[in-house]
């Protein structure tokens, strides 16, 4: 018998599937990147998901591959439905066997959520999340459609793959029929329950048919739909026990219809959340069990499976995040995961905008055919100046390949802006960056001088350390705009640096100019006290209305439980537009949501005239107010810090720019981690 891993032992038993076995309890959850459509798209695919397979994932479910035309995402998703298209397919499974790895295709059809006008469904209603209303399927088409999976699941088979994940979850076309207010059939696919579940059913049993025993078959079961009157719980039981026995092989939990108003992977949700529902689940079935949502880390995932919750975890933005991470956990090695902060902001805000995904924190991921951190042949001497994640990115990328790296910073800690990100309710995960940077520092010596302050001449005092640097990284960030109001000097007035750095008092109405990131993010803060609804769980369900008591269809509360506001704020901009239209695209409405919570006022069209004793006296429209406010706190954007740079480029020639010091304009962690790693390898 194998010895048990000393560090995650539940993590790592291995677990037979027919005649598979799985090296360790966790697949990497299906993910769209973009590049299924992509010319050549595949073969970027292939290293993407080679890297994953090698980086010691036990199971790979690739993003969701329509099964006929009306099921594509987009009228240019992917579909396997042709045995041409097989070719492709068999680059990506070559790959991952040859790395050792395993791998299922997703098949997805989307329903009413697709976006183009062929759509379909069980009956036709408009989604709240699409433009297209969708046709209702006939008997013929719905028999159709059954044939559709089962020809795609017998061509994935034909291209290699190890197993298919049927799509059941997500609100995507399958739930639609399961679901009455989806549902309004009046024929055989309608009606009762029984008759609303009978399309899982019969897909799961031509899948099964169409293939072989061995194949496995995973079923992605909406186990909380999370809207009102969607599936109670005795009948997710049910439908869960029909789908086995028809001859799934694993279940695969699914949380939350697209058009849910419940946030369920975004940052702030508690890590773990939802295994409670798979736990429920768990004695009804034989097959071995999925459980997921915001777990990103091996502790958690021990700790999971520790409880019984489930037989196996997914994760999938993690990979992302770190293609490596299974292998750094099975070394006993946590602290050195490149951990996924659950951001969304280059993975899902990339998929809704058409754009090939990547990870904040791995700009790598997707691209690992573009950027490559090979050894450099000739190592330079490399001075970066500014610990932010711009610096940070470069200072890393640089020495892993090879270079001698020294990181000034004027603080006293690594981290730049994302020490004051971490203040925020509901960022903790930003701690997780920091903490991966400065393992990353130590592991590749890279040379650190904190609380110092570098100017112009520090480059050009041939007596001092900073003699020598072959290349020169100005990395030195931002500085807050302060805007031209009158009374901007009033006492009354605070910039977010001084309320979430330095932690000044803020008395109990407050007014905040601009509503940009930070703008959102100072309102969190200051509309709660003591310790954030992220690590209470039970909190943040009472306030999301989340229900694991099931008692009502949907696993939803009647209703939301919600802790008051220590303060009134009100949250203004001159824009015209929705305050907080800026923000990501898949997360903006839970921070909007959160705050009409907490009963911040928000304002557009906000002309600011002047602060005094009295408030802040603004115009909107035609109609003068003074909001009398105790404290006014500044979020109006930021201005690059660059003054060094531009001191130095005129008699240095080595000397670079990245991050905010370079464009402040929508700067994000983002853009600095990427160009600070692009940097590294051009240099
Ligand atoms: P910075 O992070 O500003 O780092 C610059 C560093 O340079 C600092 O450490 C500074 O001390 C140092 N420095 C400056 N001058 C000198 C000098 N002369 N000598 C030595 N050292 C010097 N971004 C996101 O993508 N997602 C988010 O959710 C998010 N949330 C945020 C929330 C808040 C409250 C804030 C304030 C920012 C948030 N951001 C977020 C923005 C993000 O943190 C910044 O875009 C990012 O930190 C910019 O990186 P940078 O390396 O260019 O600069
Ligand atoms: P921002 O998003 O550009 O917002 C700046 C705000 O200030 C806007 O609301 C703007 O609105 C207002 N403003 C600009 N000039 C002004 C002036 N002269 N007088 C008064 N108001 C003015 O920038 P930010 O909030 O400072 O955030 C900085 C960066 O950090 C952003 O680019 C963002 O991407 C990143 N960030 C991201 C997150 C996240 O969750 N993803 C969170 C925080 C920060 P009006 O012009 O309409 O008044
Ligand atoms: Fe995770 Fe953010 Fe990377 Fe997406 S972009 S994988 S959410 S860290």
Redesign the pocket.
């Given at each position: 018998m194998s010895q048990s891993n000393p560090h995650y032992p539940k993590l790592f038993e291995p677990l037979m599937v027919h005649n598979h076995t799985l090296k360790n309890r966790v697949i990497m959850g299906s993910m769209h990147t973009g590049l299924e459509e992509k010319k050549g798209g595949f073969k970027r695919l292939a290293q993407y998901f080679r890297e994953r397979a090698e980086g010691g994932v036990a199971l790979i479910v690739t993003g969701g591959i329509a099964p006929n035309f009306a099921g594509r995402v987009s009228p240019f998703g992917s579909q396997l439905s042709f045995p041409w298209q097989v070719k492709k397919h068999k680059i990506v499974t070559d790959a991952v066997h040859k790395a050792g790895g395993k791998i299922a295709m997703q098949i997805l059809h989307t329903g009413r959520y697709a976006y183009h006008p062929f759509s379909v469904s069980a009956s036709a209603i408009k989604s709240p999340i699409s433009p297209f209303k969708p046709k209702a399927l006939s008997i013929r088409g719905i028999k159709k459609t059954i044939k559709d999976f089962a020809n795609c699941a017998k061509l994935a088979k034909k291209a290699g793959y190890d197993g298919v994940e049927v799509m059941g979850s997500e609100g995507y076309l399958i739930n639609q029929f399961i679901v009455s207010k989806t549902n309004k059939r009046t024929d055989e696919w309608g009606g009762e329950f029984k008759n609303r579940i009978k399309l899982p059913i019969a897909i799961v049993k031509a899948v099964r048919e169409a293939t072989d025993e061995n194949f496995i078959i995973i079923y992605r079961l909406s186990m909380l739909d999370l809207v009102e009157d969607g599936s109670s719980w005795d009948e997710v039981v049910e439908l869960g026990i029909a789908i086995e026995k028809a001859g799934a092989s694993i279940i695969n939990t699914g949380i939350g219809w697209h058009e849910a108003r419940i946030p369920t992977i975004v940052t702030s949700v508690p890590r773990a959340n939802f295994t409670w529902v798979s736990k429920k689940m768990k004695p009804h079935l034989s097959i071995p069990l999925i459980t997921t949502n915001r777990i990103n880390a091996p502790e958690v995932a021990e700790q999971v499976l520790s409880n019984g919750d489930a037989d196996m975890v997914s994760m999938a933005r993690p990979f992302l995040a770190d293609a490596d991470f299974m292998n750094k956990a099975e070394a006993g090695k946590p602290e050195t995961i490149n951990t996924c902060i659950a951001?969304n902001?280059a993975c899902l805000d990339h998929a809704f905008k058409n754009q090939i995904v990547s990870c904040l924190v791995n700009p790598r991921a997707c691209f690992e055919t573009e950027l490559n951190y090979s050894k450099t042949d000739s190592p330079q001497k490399i001075a970066v100046v500014g610990a932010g994640p711009a610096g940070l990115s470069f200072a890393i990328t640089a020495s892993e390949i090879g270079h001698n790296v020294t990181l000034f910073d004027a603080s006293d800690e690594i981290g730049g802006q994302l020490n004051v990100?971490k203040q925020i309710p509901g960022k903790e995960e930003f701690h997780e960056m920091i903490r991966y940077f400065k393992v990353m520092l130590r592991d590749n010596n890279v040379e650190v001088v904190l609380n110092t302050r570098i100017s112009a001449d520090f480059f050009k005092d041939a007596d001092s350390k900073s003699t020598g640097f072959d290349q020169i990284i100005i990395a030195t960030g931002i500085t807050p705009?302060v805007?031209?109001i009158a009374g901007i000097d009033h006492p009354k007035v605070l910039s977010y640096l001084q309320v979430l750095k330095e932690k000044k008092p803020v008395g109990k109405s407050v007014a905040i100019?601009?509503?940009?990131?930070?703008?959102?993010?100072v309102a969190e803060f200051l509309t709660h006290e003591g310790e954030s609804l992220t690590t209470r769980p039970d909190a943040w369900n009472d306030e999301w209305a989340v229900d694991p008591s099931y008692e009502n269809r949907g696993g939803l509360k009647k209703q939301a439980i919600l802790e008051e506001s220590p303060r009134e704020v009100y949250l203004l901009?001159?824009?015209h537009g929705k305050v907080g239209a800026?923000?990501?695209k898949t997360?903006g409405w839970t921070h909007r949501l959160a705050l009409k919570h907490k009963k911040v006022k928000m304002l557009n069209r906000a002309e600011?005239l002047k602060i005094d004793d009295q408030g802040l006296h603004i115009r909107i429209g035609d109609e003068e107010s003074c909001l009398a406010v105790d404290n006014i706190v500044l979020?109006?954007?930021?201005l690059t810090n660059n003054h060094l740079y531009q001191e130095l480029k005129s008699t240095i020639s080595n000397v670079h720019i990245i991050g905010g010091a370079d464009v402040a304009t929508?700067?994000?962690a983002k853009r600095a981690i990427k160009q600070g790693a692009e940097l590294a390898v051009s240099i």
């Open positions: 951001c902001q990100a705009r805007p031209d100019i601009g509503a940009g990131g930070i703008g959102f993010d901009q001159r824009k800026g923000l990501g997360t600011y979020c109006s954007g930021q929508e700067l994000d």
